[in-house]
């Protein structure tokens, strides 16, 4: 199977609830109407939050101005409603309208605060559904598949079967991209049911496409463009040019599978113009790299005709678009922080380039594929931690009630003593509480710094209000790496004890002096050490702080080390990090500049500290650095080497 055309839909079918059906610039133009007549505050916020969901179908930009304009108005006349309402709506322009999940989820835990507070448990089933839908595209399917079997639970409660119905379309979405086909089919079958119920042609166009993608990676090509284009016809009916967009997108993969290449860049193409449109960057990303993965086919033997009516017959042109196309699919990838696109695009143009016969830069888009590949988790992990969120709520159900009961038979106890016991028992009962307060205290105070001893100030922070921290692009970080000269010979003459005392004495320096320079220790690795300064906050002189405590490390390895001696690599470019894992959290940097850093470690000698022509050109007025010349490194070619001599 084209794998390629099986990353058009991750966005498609991420069903953001909304309180009225959708109907384009027809009803955006009767809300504008409705707006200038009334003189009601609360109805002037309540139809700009109307206008603002209309707009994240084709304007989402817009969308955002006029939700944010909503809550301005709101918050003048403190009408808390109102307020939570427009922070839906704006977080329904980012998630569903832009792709940009992570300020989408900001926006959705604000409107959720409020709504709790006010006891509205039905928009509190809303925004747990966009919660979920938000994880979704962030690939994060057990955080997803937790906050909708809420909002389904809620939904129920309240008898609120218009909701169920995106409840269970979601569910079957999760199921879908775990490749669980027939669970997919039989979720998104009940919610087809109840969506012909209400007549609710939105949340059909949704389920259409979802089945229209099972069928597709089930192989049945004729079913999936059947779906595919009963859903474009509901599309254009109600003015959906998101939802036309993608359904554009994946009508280019059917005919990718059946190797129409000419009418499947005609699709691509057209796709890419109104994602274009919308500024929908998820889209442009995809169709970007959908386009260039269509020139690369048209150079494979068996295409000669399609390659004919394209580029008039010649390869080089339509390799070079390849490139050009699928470049940019990963500029915007980086962007928006999708790890999973860009494993992909990065194999895709690694191909591309090999048919170039650039196969240096072949090898290092093959690289940061590779890195980037072993840095996620793959589908059988997310059906396993699927699984295990699932039983995780459970679990966690039971114990809350545990704990509840156990708190009013601790309740009840203490009533009793305190009857029995008079004044006596009542301080002794709020003695009990003081200590209970303090013990609780020390706990929280324990629990947050041995998070902080594995994870920056900002992530954890990220990572207790939300329950996940984004991974994200940082371009200007300059990365350290250390390593202990020939440490196996050395080790071997050492008991283990001993290795392990003399490891943990060097590194525990090694942690006080890259704290002192603003570093971030990132992780050790037997007896290499690699640390990061530029992130999680940015800061200018990143190289340079780098470069001092490089200095005072070799340092004190020559001062107060008579086993060890050591090598030193720096490097400064881009980088991704984040958390990997669910249990033992470690935070993480991935990425060719990381590589590279590794690769001038290990080129450098005893004694010195080695580094790239790109960190050179950050610290050349503030150190003296003497010129190696271009060092070899495998997998790299040639790269500007310079050691560094002291400071000017």
């Known amino acids: 199977m084209n794998r390629l055309s099986y990353f058009l839909v991750f966005c498609i079918g991420l069903t953001m609830q909304v309180n009225s059906q959708k109907q384009g610039q027809a009803l955006i133009d009767s809300l504008l109407i409705q707006l200038n007549k009334t003189k009601t505050d609360t109805t002037k916020v309540n139809l700009l939050n109307a206008i603002s969901e209309s707009y994240s179908d084709f304007n989402p930009d817009e969308g955002i101005r006029i939700g944010i304009k909503a809550l301005k108005l709101a918050e003048r006349i403190k009408w808390k409603r109102g307020i939570a309402n427009a922070f839906m709506e704006i977080g329904i322009n980012y998630g569903f309208g832009k792709a940009d999940y992570h300020k989408a989820l900001v926006y959705y835990y604000k409107a959720l605060k409020i709504y709790k507070e006010s006891g509205d448990l039905k928009s509190v089933a809303v925004i747990l559904s966009n919660v979920g839908v938000a994880y979704i595209g962030q690939s994060n399917y057990p955080r997803a598949m937790a906050y909708l079997l809420k909002a389904l639970k809620t939904n129920e409660a309240i008898g609120n079967k218009k909701n169920i119905s995106d409840n269970l379309a979601n569910i079957g979405l999760i199921y879908l991209y775990l490749s669980e086909y027939s669970k997919a089919l039989e979720y998104n079958n009940k919610a087809l049911k109840l969506y012909d119920k209400f007549g609710n042609k939105q949340g059909k166009n949704i389920v259409l496409i979802n089945n229209g993608i099972i069928y597709y990676n089930q192989k049945d090509y004729s079913k999936a463009l059947e779906n595919y284009l009963k859903a474009l016809d509901i ?116 191909d591309i380039q090999t048919a170039m016969a650039d196969y240096s830069g072949a090898l290092q888009s093959y690289k940061s594929y590779s890195t980037l590949k072993d840095s996620v988790f793959n589908l059988e992990k997310d059906k396993k931690l699927t699984q295990s969120a699932m039983q995780y709520e459970f679990n966690k159900k039971v114990a809350l009630a545990k704990a509840e009961q156990e708190k009013k038979d601790i309740r009840q106890r203490n009533i009793r003593n305190i009857i029995a016991g008079g004044l006596t028992g009542s301080l002794i009962f709020l003695t009990i509480v003081y200590r209970q307060r303090n013990k609780v205290k020390r706990e929280r105070n324990r629990s947050d710094n041995l998070l902080l001893n594995i994870l920056p100030l900002e992530v954890a922070e990220e990572l207790k209000h939300t329950g996940e921290a984004q991974a994200k692009q940082f371009n200007n970080v300059t990365v350290l790496f250390t390593d202990f000269v020939n440490f196996t010979g050395i080790s071997e003459q050492m008991s283990p004890t001993e290795l392990v005392g003399e490891i943990h004495k060097n590194f525990k320096a090694f942690d006080e002096i890259v704290e002192r320079h603003g570093l971030e220790k990132i992780k050790t690795i037997g007896d290499a050490y690699m640390a990061v300064c530029g992130l999680p906050n940015e800061r200018a002189d990143h190289a340079q702080q780098v470069i001092k405590a490089a200095i005072e490390i070799r340092n004190y390895i020559e001062e107060n080390n008579g086993i060890f001696q050591i090598r030193i690599g720096v490097n400064s470019g881009s980088v991704v990090a984040g958390i990997v894992g669910i249990k033992k959290y470690a935070y993480d940097i991935w990425g060719d500049t990381v590589n590279t850093a590794n690769r001038i470690e290990s080129n450098g000698k005893p004694g010195k500290i080695n580094i790239s022509g790109n960190t050179y050109e950050l610290v050349k007025d503030y150190f003296k650095c003497e010129y190696r010349g271009k060092i070899t490194v495998k997998g790299k070619g040639k790269i500007d080497m310079y050691f560094v001599l002291n400071s000017n």
């Open 235 to 350: 599309s254009e009916e109600l003015g959906n040019i998101n939802n036309k967009a993608l359904l554009l997108n994946n009508i280019g993969g059917v005919y990718v599978e059946k190797k129409d290449l000419y009418k499947a860049l005609y699709y691509y193409q057209s796709a890419l113009e109104l994602n274009r449109k919308l500024n929908a960057n998820l889209g442009i990303a995809l169709t970007l790299g959908n386009i260039g993965g269509v020139y690369y086919r048209l150079t494979n033997d068996g295409n000669g005709q399609a390659l004919d009516k394209v580029t008039a017959g010649n390869k080089t042109i339509a390799l070079d678009k390849a490139k050009i196309y699928t470049d940019s699919s990963i500029v915007v990838f980086k962007q928006i922080g999708d790890l999973s696109n860009l494993i992909y695009f990065y194999r895709q143009l690694s």
